[in-house]
Protein backbone atom coordinates (compact mmCIF):
# COMPACT_ATOMS: atom_id res chain seq x y z
CA UNK A 1 0.00 0.00 0.00
CA UNK A 2 1.42 3.66 -0.92
CA UNK A 3 1.99 6.10 1.97
CA UNK A 4 1.33 9.54 0.75
CA UNK A 5 1.92 12.77 1.95
CA UNK A 6 0.49 16.00 0.45
CA UNK A 7 1.88 19.48 1.68
CA UNK A 8 -0.27 22.64 1.40
CA UNK A 9 -3.02 20.20 2.23
CA UNK A 10 -5.18 23.09 3.62
CA UNK A 11 -5.11 24.94 -0.09
CA UNK A 12 -8.06 25.05 -2.91
CA UNK A 13 -6.61 21.91 -4.21
CA UNK A 14 -5.02 19.76 -1.48
CA UNK A 15 -7.83 20.00 0.42
CA UNK A 16 -10.03 17.64 -2.35
CA UNK A 17 -6.90 15.82 -3.21
CA UNK A 18 -6.34 14.67 0.44
CA UNK A 19 -10.16 13.09 0.71
CA UNK A 20 -10.12 11.91 -2.72
CA UNK A 21 -6.54 10.15 -2.08
CA UNK A 22 -7.37 8.77 1.56
CA UNK A 23 -11.04 7.48 -0.56
CA UNK A 24 -8.74 5.37 -2.40
CA UNK A 25 -6.30 4.69 -0.62
CA UNK A 26 -7.26 4.60 2.99
CA UNK A 27 -7.66 7.22 5.56
CA UNK A 28 -3.99 6.55 7.72
CA UNK A 29 -2.18 5.99 4.06
CA UNK A 30 -2.45 9.30 3.52
CA UNK A 31 -0.86 12.08 5.73
CA UNK A 32 -2.48 15.85 5.14
CA UNK A 33 -0.13 18.61 6.47
CA UNK A 34 -0.28 22.64 6.41
CA UNK A 35 1.67 24.63 7.22
CA UNK A 36 -1.19 26.41 9.45
CA UNK A 37 -1.95 24.31 11.87
CA UNK A 38 -5.47 22.80 11.32
CA UNK A 39 -7.37 21.99 14.78
CA UNK A 40 -10.42 20.40 13.62
CA UNK A 41 -12.79 19.64 10.20
CA UNK A 42 -12.42 17.07 7.52
CA UNK A 43 -8.55 16.97 6.92
CA UNK A 44 -7.65 16.21 10.55
CA UNK A 45 -10.97 13.99 11.05
CA UNK A 46 -10.16 11.47 8.32
CA UNK A 47 -6.74 10.65 8.49
CA UNK A 48 -3.07 11.97 9.80
CA UNK A 49 -2.32 15.62 9.98
CA UNK A 50 0.80 17.47 10.87
CA UNK A 51 2.13 21.15 10.65
CA UNK A 52 4.68 21.25 7.87
CA UNK A 53 6.17 24.55 6.77
CA UNK A 54 7.82 23.36 3.12
CA UNK A 55 11.00 26.19 3.44
CA UNK A 56 12.18 23.79 6.72
CA UNK A 57 13.56 21.03 5.21
CA UNK A 58 14.11 18.91 8.69
CA UNK A 59 9.73 19.22 9.23
CA UNK A 60 9.34 17.52 5.57
CA UNK A 61 12.19 14.76 6.29
CA UNK A 62 11.17 14.52 10.23
CA UNK A 63 6.99 13.53 8.99
CA UNK A 64 8.49 11.57 5.33
CA UNK A 65 10.75 9.67 8.21
CA UNK A 66 7.72 9.33 10.78
CA UNK A 67 5.37 7.69 8.25
CA UNK A 68 7.64 5.72 5.73
CA UNK A 69 6.26 8.01 3.18
CA UNK A 70 7.07 7.00 -0.53
CA UNK A 71 4.87 9.56 -2.86
CA UNK A 72 4.66 12.94 -2.17
CA UNK A 73 2.28 15.38 -3.98
CA UNK A 74 3.76 18.85 -3.46
CA UNK A 75 1.10 21.48 -3.59
CA UNK A 76 1.83 24.31 -0.79
CA UNK A 77 2.50 27.53 -3.19
CA UNK A 78 1.92 31.17 -3.68
CA UNK A 79 -0.29 31.44 -6.49
CA UNK A 80 0.14 34.74 -8.95
CA UNK A 81 -1.37 37.60 -7.78
CA UNK A 82 -0.55 37.63 -4.20
CA UNK A 83 3.25 36.52 -6.12
CA UNK A 84 3.43 40.28 -7.21
CA UNK A 85 2.71 41.94 -4.14
CA UNK A 86 4.92 39.71 -2.16
CA UNK A 87 7.45 37.91 -5.09
CA UNK A 88 9.96 36.84 -2.00
CA UNK A 89 7.39 34.45 -0.40
CA UNK A 90 6.55 33.23 -3.81
CA UNK A 91 10.64 32.32 -4.46
CA UNK A 92 10.82 31.10 -1.09
CA UNK A 93 7.94 28.78 -1.11
CA UNK A 94 7.67 28.13 -4.86
CA UNK A 95 11.32 27.58 -5.09
CA UNK A 96 13.40 26.96 -1.87
CA UNK A 97 10.48 24.84 -0.37
CA UNK A 98 10.08 23.01 -3.48
CA UNK A 99 13.95 21.72 -3.07
CA UNK A 100 13.86 20.42 0.04
CA UNK A 101 11.04 18.36 -1.02
CA UNK A 102 13.07 17.29 -3.87
CA UNK A 103 15.75 16.79 -1.71
CA UNK A 104 13.48 14.81 0.72
CA UNK A 105 12.58 11.95 -1.95
CA UNK A 106 15.88 11.87 -2.93
CA UNK A 107 16.92 10.68 0.10
CA UNK A 108 13.49 8.85 0.91
CA UNK A 109 13.42 7.54 -2.77
CA UNK A 110 9.78 9.32 -2.91
CA UNK A 111 7.99 9.71 -6.16
CA UNK A 112 6.50 13.47 -6.45
CA UNK A 113 4.04 15.50 -8.29
CA UNK A 114 4.74 18.64 -8.98
CA UNK A 115 1.79 21.47 -10.52
CA UNK A 116 3.31 23.51 -12.37
CA UNK A 117 0.52 25.44 -14.53
CA UNK A 118 -0.43 28.25 -17.49
CA UNK A 119 1.82 30.59 -15.46
CA UNK A 120 5.08 28.89 -16.75
CA UNK A 121 4.57 30.83 -20.22
CA UNK A 122 4.94 34.71 -21.20
CA UNK A 123 3.93 36.80 -24.07
CA UNK A 124 6.92 35.25 -26.50
CA UNK A 125 5.12 31.95 -26.28
CA UNK A 126 2.20 31.02 -28.67
CA UNK A 127 -0.81 31.85 -26.92
CA UNK A 128 -2.93 29.45 -29.28
CA UNK A 129 -2.74 25.98 -29.07
CA UNK A 130 0.13 26.81 -26.72
CA UNK A 131 2.71 23.48 -27.63
CA UNK A 132 3.82 21.49 -24.66
CA UNK A 133 7.35 21.77 -25.57
CA UNK A 134 8.04 25.83 -26.08
CA UNK A 135 8.87 29.38 -25.48
CA UNK A 136 8.70 29.96 -21.94
CA UNK A 137 9.57 33.47 -20.58
CA UNK A 138 7.16 34.03 -17.91
CA UNK A 139 6.88 37.93 -17.03
CA UNK A 140 5.24 37.10 -13.05
CA UNK A 141 7.19 35.72 -10.19
CA UNK A 142 4.73 33.36 -9.95
CA UNK A 143 5.96 31.93 -13.90
CA UNK A 144 9.55 32.56 -12.70
CA UNK A 145 8.94 29.98 -9.70
CA UNK A 146 7.50 27.49 -11.73
CA UNK A 147 9.33 27.34 -14.55
CA UNK A 148 12.00 27.28 -12.25
CA UNK A 149 10.10 24.39 -10.41
CA UNK A 150 10.00 22.51 -13.84
CA UNK A 151 13.60 22.58 -14.65
CA UNK A 152 14.40 21.48 -11.12
CA UNK A 153 12.07 18.27 -11.47
CA UNK A 154 14.04 17.20 -14.51
CA UNK A 155 16.97 17.43 -12.83
CA UNK A 156 16.37 15.43 -10.23
CA UNK A 157 14.56 12.69 -12.10
CA UNK A 158 17.66 12.61 -14.63
CA UNK A 159 20.46 13.27 -12.22
CA UNK A 160 19.23 11.28 -9.08
CA UNK A 161 16.35 9.06 -10.26
CA UNK A 162 13.84 10.82 -8.57
CA UNK A 163 10.46 10.10 -9.86
CA UNK A 164 9.16 13.85 -10.29
CA UNK A 165 6.07 14.00 -11.90
CA UNK A 166 3.66 16.66 -13.10
CA UNK A 167 1.27 18.87 -14.88
CA UNK A 168 0.54 22.46 -16.16
CA UNK A 169 -2.46 23.00 -14.43
CA UNK A 170 -5.13 25.76 -15.96
CA UNK A 171 -7.54 28.01 -13.36
CA UNK A 172 -8.70 25.72 -11.10
CA UNK A 173 -13.06 26.11 -11.05
CA UNK A 174 -14.23 24.72 -7.06
CA UNK A 175 -16.43 25.06 -4.53
CA UNK A 176 -14.86 23.16 -1.23
CA UNK A 177 -12.35 25.88 -0.33
CA UNK A 178 -11.60 28.70 -2.40
CA UNK A 179 -8.03 29.89 -3.98
CA UNK A 180 -6.27 32.77 -2.32
CA UNK A 181 -4.91 35.55 -4.97
CA UNK A 182 -4.40 33.80 -8.29
CA UNK A 183 -5.42 35.57 -11.69
CA UNK A 184 -8.08 32.91 -12.01
CA UNK A 185 -9.87 33.34 -9.57
CA UNK A 186 -12.65 35.16 -10.39
CA UNK A 187 -14.12 32.15 -12.30
CA UNK A 188 -14.90 30.98 -9.03
CA UNK A 189 -15.58 34.09 -7.30
CA UNK A 190 -18.24 34.82 -10.05
CA UNK A 191 -20.48 31.65 -9.49
CA UNK A 192 -20.40 32.39 -5.39
CA UNK A 193 -21.37 36.29 -6.08
CA UNK A 194 -23.97 35.39 -9.07
CA UNK A 195 -25.90 32.87 -6.02
CA UNK A 196 -25.42 35.42 -3.14
CA UNK A 197 -25.90 38.84 -4.62
CA UNK A 198 -26.88 38.31 -8.25
CA UNK A 199 -23.88 40.96 -9.12
CA UNK A 200 -20.12 40.55 -9.83
CA UNK A 201 -17.39 43.19 -10.72
CA UNK A 202 -14.83 41.22 -12.88
CA UNK A 203 -11.14 41.94 -12.21
CA UNK A 204 -10.11 40.76 -15.86
CA UNK A 205 -11.64 42.40 -19.33
CA UNK A 206 -13.43 40.67 -21.70
CA UNK A 207 -11.55 39.03 -24.77
CA UNK A 208 -9.73 37.62 -21.80
CA UNK A 209 -9.25 34.06 -22.84
CA UNK A 210 -7.32 31.10 -20.39
CA UNK A 211 -7.73 27.82 -19.96
CA UNK A 212 -9.71 26.44 -17.11
CA UNK A 213 -10.75 23.08 -15.44
CA UNK A 214 -13.20 21.63 -12.77
CA UNK A 215 -11.75 20.10 -9.53
CA UNK A 216 -12.58 16.57 -10.07
CA UNK A 217 -10.87 16.83 -13.84
CA UNK A 218 -7.74 18.44 -12.04
CA UNK A 219 -7.70 15.73 -8.88
CA UNK A 220 -7.85 13.23 -11.82
CA UNK A 221 -5.03 14.65 -13.72
CA UNK A 222 -2.86 14.38 -10.38
CA UNK A 223 -3.49 11.07 -9.93
CA UNK A 224 -3.50 9.59 -12.96
CA UNK A 225 -0.30 11.07 -14.38
CA UNK A 226 1.44 9.35 -11.03
CA UNK A 227 -0.02 6.11 -11.76
CA UNK A 228 1.08 6.10 -15.56
CA UNK A 229 3.49 3.52 -16.94
CA UNK A 230 6.23 5.35 -16.84
CA UNK A 231 7.69 3.15 -20.01
CA UNK A 232 4.91 5.28 -21.66
CA UNK A 233 5.83 8.70 -20.49
CA UNK A 234 8.17 10.94 -22.87
CA UNK A 235 7.90 13.87 -21.14
CA UNK A 236 7.17 12.37 -17.03
CA UNK A 237 7.00 16.55 -16.10
CA UNK A 238 4.86 19.40 -16.45
CA UNK A 239 2.59 17.72 -18.69
CA UNK A 240 -0.12 20.58 -20.53
CA UNK A 241 -3.22 20.00 -19.65
CA UNK A 242 -7.08 22.03 -20.47
CA UNK A 243 -10.35 21.28 -20.14
CA UNK A 244 -12.27 24.44 -21.59
CA UNK A 245 -11.06 27.79 -22.22
CA UNK A 246 -13.52 31.28 -22.17
CA UNK A 247 -13.35 34.74 -21.36
CA UNK A 248 -15.44 36.31 -18.59
CA UNK A 249 -18.03 36.76 -21.42
CA UNK A 250 -18.83 33.20 -22.31
CA UNK A 251 -18.79 32.53 -18.51
CA UNK A 252 -21.09 35.34 -17.57
CA UNK A 253 -23.51 33.96 -20.38
CA UNK A 254 -23.42 30.65 -19.69
CA UNK A 255 -24.29 31.42 -15.83
CA UNK A 256 -27.06 33.62 -17.33
CA UNK A 257 -28.65 30.92 -18.60
CA UNK A 258 -29.28 29.87 -14.95
CA UNK A 259 -29.50 32.85 -13.24
CA UNK A 260 -31.10 35.39 -15.79
CA UNK A 261 -30.85 38.41 -13.49
CA UNK A 262 -27.26 38.04 -12.73
CA UNK A 263 -25.38 41.18 -13.61
CA UNK A 264 -21.87 41.37 -14.18
CA UNK A 265 -19.80 44.76 -14.70
CA UNK A 266 -15.86 44.73 -15.64
CA UNK A 267 -13.12 46.53 -13.53
CA UNK A 268 -9.65 45.30 -14.73
CA UNK A 269 -7.17 44.97 -12.35
CA UNK A 270 -4.05 45.97 -13.94
CA UNK A 271 -1.50 43.31 -12.39
CA UNK A 272 -4.11 40.59 -13.26
CA UNK A 273 -4.64 42.10 -16.70
CA UNK A 274 -1.07 42.04 -17.70
CA UNK A 275 -0.45 38.69 -16.11
CA UNK A 276 -4.20 37.32 -17.57
CA UNK A 277 -2.58 38.24 -21.27
CA UNK A 278 0.84 36.93 -20.87
CA UNK A 279 -0.62 33.55 -20.64
CA UNK A 280 -1.97 31.19 -23.16
CA UNK A 281 -5.49 31.61 -24.46
CA UNK A 282 -5.73 28.16 -24.97
CA UNK A 283 -2.91 25.12 -24.59
CA UNK A 284 -2.29 22.25 -26.63
CA UNK A 285 -2.17 19.11 -24.53
CA UNK A 286 -2.24 16.16 -27.20
CA UNK A 287 1.28 14.75 -25.12
CA UNK A 288 -1.07 14.39 -21.56
CA UNK A 289 -3.38 12.59 -24.34
CA UNK A 290 -1.33 10.32 -25.68
CA UNK A 291 1.38 9.46 -23.00
CA UNK A 292 -1.29 8.34 -20.27
CA UNK A 293 -4.62 8.72 -21.18
CA UNK A 294 -5.37 12.23 -20.55
CA UNK A 295 -9.25 13.01 -21.23
CA UNK A 296 -11.12 15.42 -19.10
CA UNK A 297 -15.10 15.27 -17.87
CA UNK A 298 -16.48 18.95 -17.55
CA UNK A 299 -16.68 21.25 -20.10
CA UNK A 300 -18.14 24.43 -19.53
CA UNK A 301 -21.92 23.24 -19.42
CA UNK A 302 -21.38 20.93 -17.03
CA UNK A 303 -18.95 22.41 -14.55
CA UNK A 304 -21.19 25.55 -14.64
CA UNK A 305 -24.38 22.96 -13.86
CA UNK A 306 -22.84 21.32 -11.30
CA UNK A 307 -20.98 24.89 -9.75
CA UNK A 308 -24.66 26.32 -9.46
CA UNK A 309 -26.25 23.24 -7.71
CA UNK A 310 -23.37 22.50 -5.34
CA UNK A 311 -22.98 26.41 -4.31
CA UNK A 312 -26.48 27.77 -4.61
CA UNK A 313 -27.62 24.36 -2.06
CA UNK A 314 -24.73 25.47 0.49
CA UNK A 315 -26.43 28.94 0.18
CA UNK A 316 -29.88 27.90 0.80
CA UNK A 317 -28.56 26.42 3.82
CA UNK A 318 -26.87 29.19 5.28
CA UNK A 319 -23.64 28.17 4.76
CA UNK A 320 -22.13 30.84 2.98
N1 LIG B 1 -4.63 29.67 -10.80
C1 LIG B 1 -3.28 30.15 -10.85
C2 LIG B 1 -3.23 31.61 -10.66
O1 LIG B 1 -4.10 32.28 -11.15
C3 LIG B 1 -2.63 29.80 -12.14
O2 LIG B 1 -1.97 28.59 -12.04
O3 LIG B 1 -2.32 32.09 -10.09
New binding site residues.
Partial sequence: MKKVLITGSGGQIGSELTLELRRRLGGENVVASDKRNLSSGPLVDTGPFEVIDVTDVEQIATVAGKYKIDTIYHLAAV???I?EEKPHLAWDIGVNGLYNVLQVARDKKCALFFPS???AFGPSTPLDNTPQDTIQRPVSM?GVT?VTGELLCDYYAQRYGVDARGVR????ISNVTL?G?????YAVEIFYAAIKTKHFVCPLGAGTFLDMMYMPDAINAAINVMEADPKKLRHRNAFNVTAMSFDPEILYAEIKKHIPDFKMEYDPDPVKMC?AQS?PNKMDDSCARAEWGWKPEYDLERMTLDMIKVIGGKFKKGLI
Wanted: no cysteine; aromatic share 14%; net charge neutral.
Fill in positions: LSAGSIGYKYPGIPGGTTDIW
